[in-house]
């Protein structure tokens, strides 16, 4: 099996309805565009992102949302250096259709009363269900890996909640773990970096916003865990 030595998730930068949350009672969310402030994050990643990756070929995965697809774009890959594949399972939480703002934002207090990662939008998705999917996605890039020609650096362009639970189902984090991590900022990065012993570790931890609370007394392996 050709396991990647890094594997980069990156969310997208700032977008319409990060600075202005009624934006989404007129445009689809698939369709939100970067800001100018977001094109000049996703800009400044992609500097960083060229010098890690250098000349060595890219297996690239994007959410098939606008404003992702417009982060890939800013990062200048060479295109003779990278494979692109949309995938629809790195897609943000569906939290319904048109949205109308204040029911976004009771729900929003609902659910971090409930827990971001049980609860369910009314007419959308819950933390467990994009948990499901992309758990999908992951064993499909586990297939992957056996093609003896895989690049040595697959990229995943995505979401926030995506990145987190990404992480969750790689190092086998326990939900409460993942409760106790903040999303990170728009265009971070964080990269599983494979080790001499076989496995991978994130290049830098989540931050948080408040300590795990457990239902069980036991003591997990947290941020170092491979699967």
């Known amino acids: 099996m050709a396991r990647p030595r890094r594997i980069v998730l990156v969310r997208h ?3 319409t309805g990060n600075v202005d949350d009624t934006v989404y009672e007129r445009e689809p969310d698939h369709a939100l565009a970067l800001t100018d402030r977001g ?20 297996s690239v995965y994007v959410s098939p949302y606008r404003r992702t697809h417009e982060t ?7 295109p003779d250096r990278i494979r692109v ?19 976004v934002r009771l729900q929003k207090a609902y659910r971090d009363a409930y827990g971001h990662f049980f609860y369910r939008f009314a007419q959308g998705e819950s933390g467990a269900d994009v948990y499901d999917r992309v758990g999908g996605f992951l064993e499909s890039l586990f297939r992957s890996f056996e093609a003896p020609d895989h690049p040595p650096n697959v990229l995943i362009v995505t979401h926030g909640l995506a990145m987190r639970l990404f992480c969750m189902r790689w190092f086998h984090w326990t939900v409460a773990e993942f409760e106790s991590l903040s999303n990170p900022g728009n265009a971070e990065m964080r990269m599983l970096v494979l080790g001499d012993d076989g496995k991978y570790t994130l290049d830098r931890p989540f931050d948080r916003w408040r300590d795990p609370e457990s239902y069980g007394g036991h003591r997990i392996e947290w941020q170092g865990d491979d699967r």
């Not at 094109?39 to 890219?58: F, I, M």
């Not at 890939?72 to 060479?78: G, Q």
């Not at 399972?89 to 939290?95: A, H």
């Open 39 to 58: 094109r000049r994050q996703a800009e400044e990643t992609g500097k960083r992102l060229r010098e890690v990756l250098g000349d060595e070929p890219v």
């Open 13 to 15: 930068g700032e977008s």
């Open 72 to 78: 890939l774009r800013a990062f200048h890959l060479d």
């Open 85 to 103: 594949r949309e995938e629809p399972r790195l897609r943000e939480q569906d939290w319904g259709n048109w949205q109308d703002r204040d029911d």
